[in-house]
């Protein structure tokens, strides 16, 4: 049965209830540790050798698509009721408003430590201890808008910037690419930061703490701005009907980055999937 994702603002009190609950049932059975550490372990960036699968490549969307999927299906095991909803970070703006209610996400982090001290994410109400992180810190972490240095969300402008571009990806195929809908989603732009930091960077910016690593799968926002970063992957899509996934074939021997990207029939490591099988997700899931 398809299922739909939902924009968080228009959840129900008790669709917010099952949904945090699910997630806390996933953190009890040690079962969200695992989705943390699949994310560090794929964290590698242009510097790094090897295959990026998940970051500053071309497959950053469809990565992220199937790995929410994965956190999603894990959840419906617990209550096949919930589905991963959507923040969108272009309407709602606000440090206190949602998700960063008191029975959702719970707010920023207090400024001597950064530790989250309300809702159900807060490691003082112990049912969210940090067991897999890139640092030792038990506690969740964030900063939201940055208190002492300001940034602000992505606007709508800067999210439709990256939607009016028709080519999906470009050489280098990586951080550095000056063109293309993959890159302007993902969000690295040229110059320093922070003006540097678009779309779904920023957000991570902007969240801060435990959301600026690796390790940010840890933050639960994560599965609330990736639905809505994949949200516009599927509205790319509609816009571009004639446009695709690129590259389209493996890059030959002697390209700069051979063996370093994922091409369009090839596997996505960690799984048994490729890029077009998941260009498609309305057998599965559709957003409202
Ligand atoms: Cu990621």
């Known amino acids: 049965m398809v299922y739909t994702r939902k924009d968080v603002s228009t959840l129900t009190r008790s669709e917010v209830r099952r ?12 079962e969200y540790g695992e989705f943390v550490r699949t994310h560090i372990e794929h964290f590698v960036s242009d510097g790094e050798s090897g295959l990026r699968a998940a970051h500053m490549a071309p497959s950053f969307l469809p990565w992220h698509r199937k790995f929410v999927l994965d956190l999603e299906q894990a959840l419906r095991r617990v209550d096949d009721s919930v589905t991963v909803p959507y923040w969108d970070w272009t309407r709602d703006r606000s440090r206190t408003a949602l998700p960063w209610t008191e029975d959702l996400l719970g707010g920023t982090g207090r400024s001597s430590d950064r530790q989250v001290m309300s809702g159900p994410f807060a490691f003082r109400h112990g049912q969210w201890t940090i067991t897999e992180g890139v640092t030792d810190t038990r506690y969740l972490t964030r900063d939201l808008g940055r208190a002492k240095n300001p940034i602000a969300l992505p606007t709508s402008a800067e999210l439709e910037a990256a939607l009016a571009d028709a080519l999906y990806d470009q050489a280098p195929w990586d951080s550095t690419s000056a063109k293309g809908f993959r890159n302007r989603m993902e969000g690295w732009g040229p110059g320093r930061p922070p003006a540097s930091w678009r779309n779904h960077n920023r957000v991570h910016r902007w969240v801060g703490g435990h959301m600026v690593s690796s390790a940010s799968v840890n933050d639960p926002v994560f599965w609330l701005h990736h639905a809505f970063v994949d949200l516009q992957w599927s509205r790319w899509q509609q816009r571009h009907r004639d446009a695709r996934y690129l590259p389209a074939e493996p890059l030959p021997r002697g390209d700069a ?3 370093r990207v994922v091409a369009w029939q090839e596997k996505l490591p960690p799984w048994d999937v490729t890029p077009e099988e998941l260009e498609d997700h309305d057998r599965i899931y559709r957003y409202a």
Do not use: M
């Not at 949904?19 to 040690?30: I, N, P, Q, W």
């Open 19 to 30: 949904f945090v609950d699910a997630l806390l049932e996933l953190k009890r059975r040690g």
């Open 257 to 259: 980055q051979h063996g």
